[in-house]
């Protein structure tokens, strides 16, 4: 039996100790670092680097689990434990100079996230959760907000930059949100959208062309801050389907009914 408390602590200091690498590394690269794997789909060494330090971390940790990794530096092989990591969320934030950009550690067992991390480098906000815990900020316990109507809600979302198959649709949904919302924010890291939903920062977010490791870790700490999530289509395929509907409860179905009139199939 795995004790998700203590490993849950390790895995912090862990992601801290990758953070102030990452931040120690900010005004070293240059321009030629910079890798494209798309027109804006950006890596650097920091991110490479940043990877292998986790997975070889994670593997002395909890022995023979596999990974889902964002730069590939390990695999899953159907183990029963697997990690999934995206080291640097938010690399083009990184690149430029802003924020946030963090780094996110959750824990598969079998098809359930069990343990998540998201530590958020520039503010030195740690996010955490384990299966059967509260979520936490820095040690404090965090709950999504009470809002529950589009009219008190600031909402968090994220442009896709290399699926536009649905871009006509969703700035559809778009529309309706900036007229009648409090605002629309685009971050740039899906990781930090997230858990500030789970702080009660934002009252929601969407998105289309995620990939797991964007998203692991926040679900089970939004989860566990008494958030919500669905797919487009009110269901479960949200870690691997590539979308995502996440909200506080108060508002989540009018929310998602917004979403999915514009972007469910």
């Not at 804006?40 to 002395?60: G, N, P, Q």
């Not at 529950?148 to 979302?157: G, K, N, P, S, V």
């Not at 971050?187 to 939903?197: E, F, P």
Request: negative net charge; contains cysteine; hydrophobic residues 45%.
């Amino acid at each position: 039996m795995i004790d998700l408390e203590k490993l849950c602590f390790k895995v912090q200091e862990l992601a801290r100790e990758v953070g102030q690498f990452i931040a120690g590394e900010r005004q070293k690269f240059t321009a030629q670092d910079i890798i494209l794997k798309g027109k804006s789909d950006m890596v650097t060494y920091v991110d490479k680097t940043s990877e292998a330090r986790i997975v070889a971390a994670l593997r002395e940790l909890l022995p023979g689990c596999g990974f889902i990794a964002e730069e590939g530096t390990a695999t899953d092989s159907g183990e029963k434990y697997r990690w999934v990591i995206d080291p640097l969320d938010g690399t083009t934030n990184y690149i430029h100079g802003i924020s946030p950009f963090a780094v996110s550690i959750a824990l598969m067992e079998d098809d359930e996230i069990i343990l998540g991390v998201v530590y958020e480098i520039s503010l030195d906000e740690m996010f955490y959760a384990w299966k059967g815990s509260k979520a936490y900020l820095n040690g404090r316990e965090i709950r999504v907000s009470e809002a529950a109507r589009t009219e008190d809600a600031l909402i968090a979302t994220g442009f896709p930059y290399y699926n536009f198959s649905k871009l006509d649709r969703y700035m559809g949904a778009m529309n309706v949100f900036m007229r009648n919302s409090h605002g629309l924010r685009r971050l740039g890291s899906a990781a930090a959208d997230m858990v500030y939903v789970a702080a009660g920062r934002f009252e929601a977010f969407y998105e289309h062309a995620l990939h797991a490791w964007d998203v692991a870790a926040g679900i089970i700490i939004l989860k566990q801050a008494g958030g919500r999530i669905c797919d487009f289509n009110g269901g479960e395929n949200y870690l691997f389907g590539g979308e995502m509907v996440a909200s506080n409860a108060n508002y989540f179905e009018e929310f998602y009914g917004i979403v999915n009139k514009y972007l469910g199939e």
